[in-house]
């Protein structure tokens, strides 16, 4: 059995971490705040990493979990992921083009920001994070199959509610 690094296992995690906890919370001092006390948490149970199979896992479902409570106690009045920042492409042919762009990623992230948590969360970690099936099912102390239908509803979802839009300009 590997043993565990704080330095080298847990730390770079961080940002995936604030990543995960941004998604969520949909604020960035919250998810700063957030990934502290995920770290903390982690950190004060560094006797027990022994028999922890992944301090991966472990560490995003500690993160999840005060992530949801955050937004339970503050009722959720959060600002949009609109105020981070994102990075640009190099070459923007016109003005207008990237002005479209910003709609559409605006569009995509308000679709995404109001699917129910459940589905939020798994389509977060496998299509921004990467995240096996497994790993996902472990975080969310869920089934894979939960997992899979999660993430094909959360598809789904923003695939109709983009083309609805977009088709009709609503």
């Known amino acids: 059995m590997k043993k565990i690094s704080f330095r080298n296992d847990v730390l770079p995690l961080k940002n995936e971490l604030f990543r995960l906890a941004l998604r969520i919370t949909l604020n960035r001092a919250e998810a700063e705040d957030i990934v502290q006390d995920t770290l903390i948490k982690v950190w004060n149970k560094r006797f027990d990493w022994d028999s922890i199979d992944s301090i991966e896992a ?7 979990n005060l992530s949801l409570d955050r937004i339970k106690k503050k009722g959720n009045n959060n600002e949009s ?3 981070t920042n994102e990075v640009q492409p190099q070459s923007l042919s016109n003005p207008q083009d990237e002005m479209i762009r910003q709609d559409h990623i605006r569009l995509v992230r308000d679709i995404v920001n109001s699917l129910p948590e459940k ?5 977060q970690l496998r299509d921004f994070e990467g995240k096996a099936y497994k790993e996902i099912a472990e975080i969310l102390e869920i089934t894979e199959e939960q997992v899979k239908v999660n993430i094909f509803r959360a598809r789904q979802a923003v695939k109709q509610k983009y083309k609805k839009i977009d088709e009709y300009g609503l």
């Open 81 to 83: 992921l609109e105020t």
């Open 58 to 64: 472990f560490s995003l479902k500690i993160c999840r």
């Open 119 to 123: 589905q939020k969360s798994c389509m």
